[in-house]
């Protein structure tokens, strides 16, 4: 009886990921990812390109970031497919961030407790934070997209995360997770992954190669050690 294909995943740093065999895969997997329109509030270019070399995410990352990686293979003859991506890097705040505009109504107030220090945040536009989730990708495939692979690969840098901190003198100080999201095309999948926006930015045409304005949030969650 087939049992269906096998999903494994790995972690890598940045210098790991540069000596893999399949680096130009995940590099056209995650190109791919960005071409995929899941909303049709505001458009990019057709041609739009998130990585332009196959060296570049390992470059994003730096010296403290790592990727996990999701593979698929239906047996032990098949090359292992690259089926999904998360990464995490060291959150560089620009400080430009500003508070939250009255149309930013997504968020009920009754259920944002925002306590004292994200009211300094706001008063000085700036968001500090520990790490960014950044580039995560999933093939446009259908029979992998929908399935949990994301959040899994998401847990996963969590947990790394989490490991790293255990031997860090403030160890037991929940850890920033920042993210930064166009708000009208994903602000509301990652308010439902338990993200809470801290700040906004007006962006213009041609950022991120849109084809419009539009409103880039930053965003956060807290991981707290067990």
């Not at 990464?87 to 505009?101: E, R, T």
């Not at 790394?160 to 708000?183: N, Q």
Request: proline fraction near 6%; glycine fraction near 8%; charge should be negative.
């Amino acid at each position: 009886m087939d049992s269906g294909p096998i999903i494994h995943t790995g972690l890598f740093t940045s210098t790991e990921l540069l000596s893999q065999p399949w680096l130009p895969d995940l590099t056209r997997m995650i190109n791919a990812s960005y071409m995929v329109s899941h909303t049709n509030k505001i458009k990019y270019l057709e041609n739009k390109v998130r990585l332009r070399t196959d060296s570049e995410l390992s470059e994003e990352l730096g010296a403290d970031g790592f990727t996990a990686v999701a593979f698929v293979s239906g047996d032990t003859d098949e090359k292992a497919q690259v089926i999904g991506t998360a990464s995490m890097k060291p959150w560089k705040d620009d400080g430009l961030w500003n508070p939250l505009d009255h149309d930013d109504a997504s968020q009920d107030p009754t259920k944002e407790k925002i306590n004292s220090e994200m009211e300094q945040i706001l008063q000085h536009y700036a968001c500090p934070g520990d790490y960014e989730l950044s580039v995560v990708a999933l093939p446009p495939d259908p029979r992998f997209r929908g399935k949990g692979i994301a959040g899994r690969l998401v847990k996963a840098c969590e947990e790394e995360i989490l490991r790293r901190r255990k031997h860090e003198a403030d160890g037991e100080r929940p850890v920033r997770i920042m993210i930064r999201v166009s708000k009208e095309n994903a602000g509301d999948y990652w308010l439902k992954q338990g993200f809470k926006t801290v700040g906004s930015r007006k962006c213009p045409k041609g950022f991120w190669d849109s084809l419009e304005e539009f409103t880039m949030w930053a965003m956060i969650r807290e991981l707290h050690p067990q």
